[in-house]
T-cell receptor, first 119, second 118 residues
């Protein structure tokens, strides 16, 4: 079974500050996937990124960047120059690889980090 | 993109009635869809996995006779809350799996349905 810990329950930062959301996961799989989703106040989960465990390159997408450290089982998410629209709950979620468990694409959701950007 | 819709977005019903929620993948086909529920300020709890053409797989503790799931086509899954009671009031979210190969599969979520049982 997989497990994910998002130790930061709530974070508040002033607009334009950078903020990093931590994610630590546990898995017995040698191959797996990691996801980040954003849930704004409207409730709809928005897909942000999917990372394969065998690809340890960090990724940048606009103001978003992700730092994947397989050795420490962490997949942290940084927002640069935060904006009020970034206010949301962010979920980190590992997923078993279909290689290990074909047909079972279940995500394991953490408790989420509620991010508030103060204007 | 990958668009998933849910209908209705809001439903208020009396205790004892049944409520059907639809989940549709609008621009892709989804062999697999998932149903979650979420209580205020909590994480998502997986209720069941819905596979097109076969019976749904329910998570432990989820009553299959209470929450009926039908995945009738590659773009539609329905969740029926039978004989709803106030404790069933929650935010129900579906997701649909999209991917050209098993190595690219990603869950895309619907906007959710808020159910209030009086």
């Amino acid at each position: 079974a997989q497990k994910v810990t998002q130790a930061q329950t709530e974070i508040s930062v002033v607009e334009k500050e950078d903020v990093t959301l931590d994610c630590v996961y546990e898995t017995r799989d040698t191959t797996y996937y990691l996801f980040w989703y954003k849930q704004p106040p409207s409730g709809e989960l928005v897909f942000l990124i999917r990372r394969n465990s065998f690809d340890e390159q960090n990724e940048i997408s606009g103001r978003y960047s992700w730092n994947f450290q397989k050795s420490t089982s962490s997949f942290n998410f940084t927002i640069t120059a935060s904006q009020v629209v970034d206010s949301a709950v962010y979920f980190c979620a590992p997923q078993t690889s279909p290689i290990s468990n074909f047909g079972n694409e279940k995500l394991t959701f953490g408790t989420g980090t509620r991010l508030t950007i103060i204007p | 993109g990958a668009v998933v819709s849910q209908h209705p977005s809001w439903v208020i019903c009396k205790s004892g009635t049944s409520v059907k929620i639809e989940c549709r993948s609008l621009d892709f086909q989804a062999t697999t869809m998932f149903w979650y529920r979420q209580f205020p300020k909590q994480s998502l709890m997986l209720m069941a996995t819905s596979n097109e053409g076969s019976k749904a797989t329910y998570e432990q503790g989820v009553e299959k006779d209470k929450f009926l799931i039908n995945h009738a086509s590659l773009t539609l899954s329905t969740l029926t809350v039978t004989s709803a009671h106030p404790e069933d009031s929650s935010f129900y979210i579906c997701s649909a799996v999209r991917g050209d190969t098993v190595f690219q599969e990603t869950q895309y979520f619907g906007p959710g349905t808020r159910l209030l049982v009086l």
